[in-house]
């Protein structure tokens, strides 16, 4: 068969002339090349020394036509011809909610180009004698320079030898990316020449397409200058808050120094690495005449004169979602050969835009009033921190009447703490200003901008008065997740995002206080428990160790009273009690309800002991709204959606989300679970009863928990329907500023911006939430869920701390209460409620 194949392409007349033309052109091509064995060996010295050169020619061009076209995929991809002479700087990210709404962008440029005539001359200058000495005498690849760095090399120095238009060319297109590698890309050594010789390929194109300024411009307008600030133009008025032509000989001389390494010779956490770097640009320019040594001087003695403008503000919406989203799909990205940032690519999040402003409307709306009852009770504008110094130095005066000099206070130290690494302080030291006199600056009053619930608000106030102001400005976590899918439909991580960058959905661990509670009455559920168990209400105590320090540990209910009755699960959860809450992580012991909390999401470190109950242990909001899905979904769970969807700029799906829902509880102690939380909005003295101002109970089946700890430090609530699980966090950044009333209970502080989202969220009907009831599995028997009987208890006033009720028809009773060995147990301070 083979043989056959053969005869017909020598039969055949065109294939013929294809091979002879073939053959004539490699004749002609090679006759003078080192190839043609025969001539080389009879021609003269000089012919060849030119059959040489030529060989090296047609090799060259062999070579850059194979880089071109990446020759059996050996070389990776490369920039073209046309990308060359079309030169883009990346394409950003665009990040769109479940409703196709844009969000915002990811982008890494974050930068404002300028045309050349706008860069100032010595900006050009120091670029110049700095990076590249000869930019004007090459045409993108300095063989003399290439030369010199090869032999430094050789000699054990590493100077580089790249040009400006070499920077440019890894800056704009990543000659260095999994695509650009190929095969040869993946042996050690070679890959790194590989890069090398396409950068220099794709430089000699650039300085064939564009004009050497339109270079410069174009290499300032994309380079990286730190502190996520792309371009010459957003450094100048990020660092100096001026335009890059008003810019002074020491500030360009920073500015270009920086990006010989944005991290290690950052201005604002490495100054005196800045400084240093700085003063070698200037040596640079004396050096190649660009300025006189008078100037060079004057310019070297000056400080760095930082004056810092924040200019990266938010506007998009969703912004803790989308910082909190970003190393998630970069991480994608990397795993699947995607660049976030100058890929184009179109991710598809959960995020519904309606009820994301509808959240955020929320907790703007509900802070800014409760903001002014925090402000009153902790001394308005005289601030937290001016009165706790006061008290304390009043104190030691008290104890220690012969000292004649106070020394540092605890909340003075926390306080000049904070002052050292505000922004106003390190621009003081910059410049020039010693740390006394940078201090007493701050105490002088001057205009300036701060953050409110509603906005900025112009005001005159000491630099440090507006660090106090900022420290007592309320914070808030919103989540809700759609349980049916885990789909995150709402999301906001703080207050003002361009003022606090801190993520109080994932970043803060903060004590949940009774929000905890349910998780315990799920442990008791999974090891026996039925749902109207009922348990004495009434005071206890015992011997065990807090602090280290033996003593009798008494936890309270809140607000001090009890029943002296029996109490069923679904009223001692919805009105918070906390003597039931103990007595049933005791019995059901606080291992297996650690073990619990874990399979409903619970990651964080819970202390084991009988303080769980009371919620002392640190869990972040999404942990806990986590925990409470599978309530809502007849106990299925699992990791939450963020984003369901990813397209590439071509239109192609490049990822799609599929559905893992995993059974962490049973589907019948859910269903009871979503019973018992509907007893603080159902029971007489609920905790959520306030939702019935928002018109959400009527129609709908719905549960709810409280939080509150300890002085109010922390407000939670959490939300349950069959559609949607919502849980809010309210609070300070500082844990030592609070309330000091029920103004920072969690049914004021944050029952309310549920009750506002949610209200806001039924009236929008394109959202399409629905009022419903939860769903109830197959042949549940719904007597066991009538709790409402009481039995009768003999001696309901009995003080033995591990007694119960007596069985009555409809309960289902557990053994005795077991004891423990209280002694060993560490137990934390209670929580209010």
């Known amino acids: 068969m083979i043989n056959e194949f053969f005869t017909k392409v020598k039969e ?98 974050n930068r404002s180009p300028i045309p050349f005539e706008e860069i100032d001359s010595l900006t050009i200058k120091a670029l110049i004698s700095t990076e590249d000495a000869r930019f004007y005498l090459h045409n993108g690849l300095d063989l003399v320079s290439l030369s010199g760095a090869i032999f430094s090399t050789l000699t054990g120095d590493k100077r580089g030898g790249s040009t400006i238009h070499q920077q440019l060319v890894k800056n704009i297109y990543n000659t260095r990316h999994k695509n650009s590698r190929g095969l040869l890309g993946h042996i050690p050594g070679l890959s790194t020449l590989v890069a090398k010789i396409k950068e220099w390929d ?58 010989k390494g ?47 403008t924040e200019i990266n503000k938010e506007e998009s919406s969703a912004p803790y979602f989308r910082t909190m989203l970003r190393p998630l799909l970069i991480e994608w990205c990397e795993e699947n050969d995607y660049n976030l940032f100058a890929d184009g690519l179109k991710i598809y999040t959960t ?36 009165k706790k110094i006061a008290e304390e130095k009043a104190a030691f005066k008290r104890e ?10 605890p909340t003075e130290a926390v ?87 801190y993520d109080h959905v994932v970043q803060a661990g903060r004590q949940p206080g009774s929000a905890f509670k349910p998780i315990i009455y799920a442990s008791a559920l999974e090891n026996g428990y039925a749902a109207c168990t009922t348990i004495i209400d009434k005071p206890f105590s015992m011997e065990t160790s807090i602090g280290g320090k033996q003593t009798t540990w008494a936890p309270k209910n809140s607000g001090g009273t009890y029943t002296f009755g029996p109490v069923n699960l679904r009223r001692a959860l919805g009105t918070s009690i906390n003597s ?27 202390d084991n002991n009988l303080s769980l109950a009371l919620g002392t242990s640190n869990v972040t909001l999404l942990e806990l709204t986590r925990a409470y899905l599978p309530f809502a979904n007849q106990g299925l769970s699992g990791d939450v959606v963020l984003f369901d969807k990813i397209v590439d700029k071509t239109g192609e799906v490049v990822y799609e989300h599929k559905q893992d829902l995993k ?54 609530f959490m939300g349950v329907t069959a559609n949607l699980v919502t849980g809010v966090w309210v609070g300070c950044d500082d844990s030592r500023i609070h309330f000091t009333s029920g103004n920072g209970a969690g049914g004021r502080a944050a029952l309310p911006i549920f009750g506002k989202f949610l209200q806001a969220s039924y009236a929008d009907k394109e959202i399409g939430l629905e009022k419903t009831t939860f769903t109830k599995p197959e042949d549940f028997d719904s007597a066991l869920l009538n709790c409402h009987f009481v039995p009768v208890v003999e001696d309901s006033t009995a003080t033995d701390s591990l007694a119960v009720n007596q069985d009555s028809l409809l309960i289902q009773r557990r053994d005795e209460f077991r004891a423990l060995d209280v002694e060993t147990i560490e137990i934390k301070q209670p929580t209010l409620e």
């Open 580 to 606: 039931v809450a103990i007595r049933v992580l005791q019995d059901v012991g606080t291992s297996k309800v650690i073990k619990t909390a874990e399979k409903l999401g619970i990651q964080s470190k819970l």
């Open 351 to 386: 995020i519904n835009s309606k009820m994301q402003t509808n959240a955020e409307e929320a907790v703007k709306s509900h802070l800014t009033e409760i903001q002014r009852s925090l402000d009153y009770e902790q001394g308005s504008y005289k601030y937290w921190f001016k």
């Open 12 to 109: 055949n007349p065109y294939l013929q002339k294809f091979r002879k033309a073939s053959i004539a052109l490699y004749r002609k091509v090679f006759k003078f090349s080192v190839f043609n064995r025969t001539e080389f060996k009879t021609a003269s010295l000089k012919s060849k020394f030119l059959r040489l050169l030529y060989t090296f020619g047609l090799l060259l061009v062999a070579f850059v036509f194979a880089l071109e076209s990446n020759f059996l995929w050996l070389f990776g991809d490369m920039p073209t011809m046309s990308e060359a002479r079309n030169t883009k700087l990346a394409v950003p990210s665009e990040i769109y909610s479940s409703d196709e709404k844009l969000l915002g962008l990811f982008y890494v440029e």
């Open 202 to 259: 794709t430089a000699i194109k650039l300085d064939w397409f564009f004009e050497k300024n339109e270079i410069l411009a174009l290499y300032l307008n994309a380079v990286d200058f730190g502190d996520n600030t792309f371009g010459i133009k957003l450094a100048s008025e990020h660092f100096f808050s001026k335009a890059p032509q008003d810019l002074e000989l020491h500030e360009t001389a920073l500015l270009i120094g920086i990006l």
């Open 400 to 409: 220690n009447p012969r000292e004649k000099e106070i020394p540092e206070m």
């Open 415 to 501: 306080l000049n703490k904070l002052i050292k690494q505000s922004g106003s302080y390190k621009n003081f030291r910059s410049a020039g200003l010693t740390e006394a006199e940078a201090l007493e600056a701050m105490t002088k009053p001057h205009p300036t901008v701060l953050a409110t619930h509603t906005g900025e608000k112009k005001m005159t106030i000491s630099a440090l008065d507006s660090i106090m102001y900022m420290s007592q400005f309320l914070q808030a976590g919103l989540l809700s997740i759609d349980p049916t899918n885990l789909h995150v439909r709402a999301y906001v991580g703080g207050s003002n995002y361009d003022y606090f960058k």
């Open 663 to 716: 059974q962490v509880l049973a589907p019948e102690h859910a269903y009871e679970m979503s019973y018992l939380l509907r007893g603080a909005v159902e029971e007489g003295g609920g905790t959520a009863r306030r939702l019935y101002n928002y018109g959400i109970p009527y129609g709908n089946e719905i549960g709810g928990k409280t939080g509150t700890t300890n002085d109010y430090v922390d407000a939670w």
């Open 262 to 308: 944005t991290s290690y010779y950052s201005p604002k956490r490495r100054p005196e690495r800045a400084l240093e770097r700085r003063n070698v640009v200037l040596e640079q320019m004396l050096k190649y005449n660009d300025i006189d040594s008078v100037t060079y001087e004057k310019a070297i003695k000056k400080p760095l004169g930082l004056k810092i």
